[in-house]
């Protein structure tokens, strides 16, 4: 899902917003950076070094494309996609001048399981949805607690 959601900021502008959940933004440093070490070796027939398939399929490759506004959310004890991974998006999407925002969750890890920062993922995203896509907004109560949180 977060890695198809890098995939597509640099292959397509036709959507109005994107949310990334712990995706992968590149490739390479990713083998070396996940517990997981099994996938990506599996996934791209090798190391970063013996394969030519993590530059082919690799998100940060495309980042002269990126246009649409993303929100990223990333968790710091995220030990299969790790915080560096949505950091890197992040910075990238600012230094291109994209509209972004970046929510991080530092007593997470890959799944957000707690009550209050279920609350809060779902209110912040539910808000830039409906900031580039119009509709409802989150009650003000759900989103008092979000910006509590992450200014």
């Given at each position: 899902?977060?890695?198809?959601?890098?995939?597509?900021?640099?292959?397509?502008?036709?959507?109005?917003?994107?949310?990334?959940?712990?995706g992968?933004?590149?490739?390479?440093?990713?083998?070396?950076?996940?517990?997981?070490?099994?996938?990506?070796?599996?996934?791209?027939?090798?190391?970063?070094?013996?394969?030519?398939?993590?530059?082919?399929?690799?998100?940060?490759?495309f980042?002269?494309?990126?246009?649409?506004?993303?929100?990223?959310?990333?968790?710091?004890?995220?030990?299969?996609?790790?915080?560096?991974?949505?950091?890197?998006?992040?910075?990238?999407?600012?230094?291109?001048?994209?509209?972004?925002?970046?929510?991080?969750?530092?007593?997470?890890?890959?799944?957000?399981?707690?009550?209050?920062?279920?609350?809060?993922?779902?209110?912040?995203?539910?808000?830039?949805l409906a900031?580039?896509?119009?509709?409802a907004?989150?009650?003000?109560?759900?989103?008092?607690?979000?910006?509590?949180?992450?200014?």
């Open positions: 899902g977060g890695y198809m959601v890098a995939w597509i900021l640099g292959h397509t502008d036709r959507f109005k917003a994107l949310v990334c959940h712990d992968v933004f590149d490739t390479r440093s990713m083998a070396l950076e996940t517990e997981e070490l099994w996938f990506p070796t599996w996934d791209f027939g090798g190391w970063p070094w013996d394969s030519e398939l993590y530059e082919k399929w690799n998100p940060v490759r980042v002269e494309n990126f246009k649409t506004p993303t929100l990223v959310i990333t968790s710091e004890k995220d030990y299969r996609v790790p915080f560096g991974q949505g950091l890197q998006l992040f910075t990238a999407l600012q230094v291109r001048g994209v509209p972004s925002k970046i929510l991080t969750f530092p007593d997470e890890g890959h799944w957000v399981l707690k009550p209050g920062n279920s609350r809060v993922w779902h209110a912040l995203v539910m808000d830039w900031t580039h896509l119009g509709g907004r989150p009650d003000a109560e759900s989103l008092g607690a979000v910006y509590s949180t992450t200014k």
